[in-house]
């Protein structure tokens, strides 16, 4: 008897577990799903994603194999039709690896100089600087419209409206020769 009743417990355990996993999977399931927004209401709230662009190494112009930290902030309240959008680059690590080219340490030329070098370049438009932190940032703000119908993207959430994924028609790069991005991943803040 004290057997069986081992055996209905066993029995009992294995199917709780199983039904865990399935509805874990299924939320699982439900959060790898992509829609296409097709309302503004569907991304009201503040969204935040970044990836890292990768730089190759160019001899002749001095530019070594590197990359920037790009982020992306967008803000969405639902109550107006504006969006509160912004493109930062943050240019620290390509400036430290660029100060370190070797044809650069020998002319002395500081990590500075080559960032201000860099900000009168063709770089300027439409950008605020921050020269401590050697971040470029760009403001991306515009109606919801503008942003759910984008000729050169769309946007799509996920199954559970914590992510919303930004995917480009087209290689968005950054001016350095870089490897560019094609899709970026935001998260509901």
Known sequence: MES?????????VLIVLMAGCATSNKKSEKADSWNKVN??????????????????ENRDEYVPGSSIDVSIFLEYMGNTNAV???LKKDMNRFLTDWVNVNEIKQMGIAKDQLWEMFLSGPN?????????NYFMVSDLSGTADDFLHEKKGAFFINGNGTQLKMVFHELVEFG????????????KK
């Not at 300027?124 to 401590?132: A, I, M, P, S």
């Not at 350095?176 to 991943?185: P, V």
């Open 84 to 86: 509160n959008a912004s």
């Open 39 to 56: 309302s503004a209401n569907e991304f009201i709230g503040t969204w935040e994603g970044s990836a890292s662009v990768l730089i190759p």
């Open 4 to 12: 069986k009743k081992w055996i209905y417990k066993f029995a009992l």
């Open 124 to 132: 300027k438009d439409n950008t605020v600087t921050d020269v401590g």
């Open 176 to 187: 350095m020769g870089d490897s560019g991005i094609t899709e970026l991943i935001l998260n």
